[in-house]
């Protein structure tokens, strides 16, 4: 079987900032927590605040904008409405029915793409709508343990990710590629 990461991977950006852009467009207010945010990315990616500090410290700001949404599945179909076309060709040229996809996104987010692309598997980082908390964080080493919890005899052929952030999942792969831009590189 092959398993996809998502932003940057399968999809040309990240899914998440383009909807943040989208919430931004409807609501220019949040230009303000933009600051906030890029600085919140830029400390994790620096190594000066771990994803434990991000969820204990940054996760009651979304959740609370995330409150403010009158229906986010809708939000979410008109979303996927304008950025379908964003899925890269690679993928759509060799998609497989027994594709799984993990992924930092939103569960709700890969839901209505993978709906669209026939993919039935997928993993994504855990919401309760009823609350619009994030439940649980789908991210470097949680791809492993999240995968093995759905998928616990699956054995990956190929692994297709943009990052080395996913070598936990690198590892478990027979074959890994690395996707830049269009490209794929064979990395294992």
Do not use: H
């Amino acid at each position: 079987m092959n398993v996809y990461d998502f932003d940057n991977t399968i999809y040309r950006g990240e899914s998440g900032v383009d909807l943040f852009l989208g919430y931004l467009k409807k609501d220019p207010r949040l230009l303000a927590k933009l600051p906030w945010a890029v600085s919140c990315i830029l400390k994790y990616k620096a190594g000066k605040i771990s994803l434990d500090d991000v969820m204990d410290k940054y996760a009651g700001v979304v959740e609370k904008f995330a409150q403010s949404i009158d229906d986010i599945e809708s939000d979410v179909v008109a979303f996927w409405d304008k950025n379908i076309r964003k899925i890269k060709p690679f993928y759509l040229e060799q998609r497989r029915d027994d594709d799984i996809i993990i992924s930092a996104c939103l569960d709700v987010v890969l839901e209505e793409i993978c709906r669209r692309l026939n993919i039935k598997n997928y993993v994504g980082s855990t919401t309760d709508l009823e609350n619009m908390k994030l439940v649980d964080f789908c991210f470097r080493e949680n791809k492993v343990k999240f995968f093995k919890e759905k998928f616990p005899d699956a054995e990956i052929d190929n692994f297709y990710t943009d990052s080395l952030n996913d070598q936990p999942m690198i590892d478990l792969a027979k074959n890994a590629y690395l996707v830049k831009g269009d490209r794929l590189i064979k990395i294992k």
